[in-house]
């Protein structure tokens, strides 16, 4: 009987800051995070292009509407 092997791969590797997963949908995945914004974001983050610079704010920072 042989074993699926998976190659499993950090995310995040060291610490930037808080993610909370909210949803996915296949490859993408939907974080409310501090990372770069105290009062919280909404990101996106593509697992199939997961570096920092490919990141997508979805619901930015807001100082009144803290998250």
């Known amino acids: 009987h042989q074993l699926n092997k998976f190659n499993i ?3 995040i590797d060291e610490w930037i800051g ?3 997963s909210i ?3 296949g490859s993408i995945f939907y974080f409310q995070t501090n ?3 105290p009062q919280n ?3 996106m983050i593509d697992l199939k ?5 490919d ?3 979805i ?3 807001n100082e009144k509407n803290v998250l």
């Open 9 to 11: 791969e950090p995310l």
């Open 18 to 20: 808080t993610f909370s």
């Open 23 to 25: 949803y996915n949908n």
């Open 35 to 37: 990372y770069k914004a």
């Open 41 to 43: 974001k909404v990101i």
């Open 49 to 53: 292009k997961p570096n920092k610079t």
């Open 55 to 57: 990141w997508v704010d």
């Open 59 to 61: 619901l930015p920072e």
